[in-house]
């Protein structure tokens, strides 16, 4: 049962892809159990690119040519996630900033754009700040979205127009 409620359950295909990026995303990581998402992904087609926060196109480059490269890297977040201790319920916290309002489906593509606004308070009362944004690329198969890769790591600034 996820923490935050579908804003898309009127319509089957967002639906689906948020259930895919929220839902089972945020479940699988703090599980840190990857077997929970890997089918999520179409490896043959798989590409990350690594925004690192910046801005500046110039500094985005390839971060994760595999998906196996993008895996190995969710599971040392992941890992580093659990061996912190937190103040408050992780799923809840990350559930509560994360924001995935627009999905753009035309034909068989789709794009999501998944952003990260919060922070998570830690024991030692600092707190895992989450700040950036993903826009991740979608295929349909059959009847099934998966994901080909994303831009992600993307700086999220928030402007007066987010209403937040």
Known sequence: MPLISNPFEADADRAQIWRMLVERDIAAFVAGDWALVEPDFIATEFLGVDARKSADLADWGIGFP????YRDEWLRQSAAT???VFAE?????????TRLERIDIQGDRATALKRFDGAIAKADGGAEVLHWQTLYFCRKLADD???TGFVGYMPYVRLVADGR
């Open 82 to 84: 659990a061996a912190t």
């Open 66 to 69: 595999t998906l196996a490269a």
């Open 89 to 97: 319920d992780v799923t809840a916290a990350i559930h509560r900033a």
């Open 145 to 147: 979205w998966r994901l």
